[in-house]
């Protein structure tokens, strides 16, 4: 089970940071990834890391401004995001399965099969 956290309603150019807790596996196996959605349109995905947190690839529409990070040891990952804008306002989704590296082929939703069940981050201009 993954278990998302810390969203909440943020002034433009402010910062959130949302964590998503693993129970029932270690995180250490796996590709992890942050996905966001917006009422009718896709879930699309943002970024993910590698199972061991080397190595972290990001969607144009948040580089530079968001890090992905985690901590194995507290079954836990991470996303930091600074500078938001009113377009990031969305439902953010953690997304898990097996793997190492990660890159844009897990930019993709059926790459995963473990999800965490959202929180909302409201950006307010």
């Known amino acids: 089970q993954l278990q998302a956290s810390g969203g909440g309603l943020v002034q433009a150019g402010g910062s959130l940071r949302l964590s998503c807790a693993a129970s029932?596996?270690?995180?250490?196996?796996?590709?992890m990834g942050w996905f966001r959605q917006v009422p009718g349109k896709e879930r699309v995905a943002i970024s993910c890391?590698?199972?061991?947190?080397?190595?972290?690839y990001y969607a144009d529409s948040v580089k530079g401004r968001f890090t992905f990070s985690r901590d194995n040891a507290k079954n836990t990952v991470y996303l930091q995001m600074n500078s938001l804008k009113p377009e990031d306002t969305a439902v953010y989704y953690c997304?898990?399965?097996?793997?190492?590296?990660?890159?844009?082929?897990?930019?993709?939703?059926?790459?995963?099969?473990?999800w965490g069940q959202g929180t909302q981050v409201t950006v307010s201009s």
């Open positions: 997304a898990a399965d097996r793997g190492s590296q990660c890159g844009s082929g897990w930019f993709v939703r059926r790459k995963y099969n473990y």
């Open positions: 029932g596996f270690t995180l250490d196996y796996y590709v």
């Open positions: 890391i590698s199972s061991s947190g080397i190595h972290t």
